[in-house]
């Protein structure tokens, strides 16, 4: 899974390189008012500190957004997009293209804004770019959702499981911060993990995915877990057995089969199965997932398209349980 580019990813990828060369290559030549297109473009677009009289443009509530596409030199942009490229199909195959667009920003957002909070009070503020704090939030949610898998960290080779990867990085981050004055945003590495680690805890209990993914519809679609009704029956224990997964609920398909108390996984930007749609797959769940004609078509599909690796891990285990039943 690795090394399947998944849409948002591949956006990513193509955003990040293109305005790379373009700034760097294209725009250094040419002149406009006494200046290079490119410091016009890292004046107006590149995170400015607060109160900054060295920036012509100065702060704007947009480069929150837009310093995160601009990167110094090719070993910067390189390091932070091979990160990208290695971590984040997975993230975007489990939560669906528009979550992992809106963590991947909000991590950025977030490494801005605490590295603009923290570096006057050590009396070296700077413009300051790169997808760094979004890519440090991305290391957070891999480890999170993949705690024991193995890393390998360059120059080391050393196999460390993602948790301890994590943590490392985020230590680092702040101890390097505060001692070092090599121009690096160590900060805003930091405060992008922090990011990924609240909306990985607090993201789904807020409004804001649940939104974004009724208003928007693109890439891979994601599905949101609704408990409302296993937390109203099962109390404190439902919600602590909502960290493991769907999974859990297979140990109460048995005591819910004559109760209208059902945790299930649902797709929000489809639309509900009328009566007129039954088929053959009506009344089937697995594991609490509602299965239907279409669902199962659009997984061959994808087993056709690109492959049973394509597959997430829900995918995985509805076909092969189906594929027992039949």
Known sequence: ?????????????????A????????????????????????????????????SRCGFGIWQLITYQFLHADFGHIFFNMFTLFMF???LEERWGSVKFLAFYLLAGIGAGLLHMAITPLLGHPAPTIGASGAIYGIIIAFAMSNPDRKIFMFPIFIP???KLFGIGMMVLSVLIGISSTDGIAHFAHFGGALTGL?????????P?????????????????????NYNNYYGNFGQQSQKSGYNIFNQFNQQTEDQEIKAEWINPNEQKQTTSNKNKFDNLEIDGVKISQEMVDKILDKITSDGYQSLTEQEKYIITTISKML
């Not at 899974?1 to 390189?17: E, G």
């Not at 700034?23 to 677009?45: C, E, P, Q, R, T």
């Not at 609240?198 to 807020?206: A, C, H, Q, S």
């Not at 928007?216 to 877990?225: D, P, Q, S």
């Open 1 to 17: 899974m690795f090394f399947r580019l998944t849409p948002v990813v591949k956006i990513l990828l193509i955003i990040n390189f």
């Open 19 to 54: 305005v790379y060369f373009a700034a760097n290559l294209l725009f250094g030549s040419i002149m406009v008012h006494g200046a290079s297109l490119h410091y016009w473009i890292i004046d107006a677009l590149a995170l400015q500190p607060i109160g900054d009289s060295m």
């Open 88 to 90: 984040s199909p997975e």
């Open 160 to 162: 460390i499981p993602a």
């Open 198 to 206: 609240l909306l990985l805890k607090y993201g789904e209990k807020t």
């Open 208 to 228: 804001i995915f649940k939104v974004l993914r009724r208003k928007l519809h693109f890439g891979i679609e994601g599905y949101e877990f609704n408990d409302n």
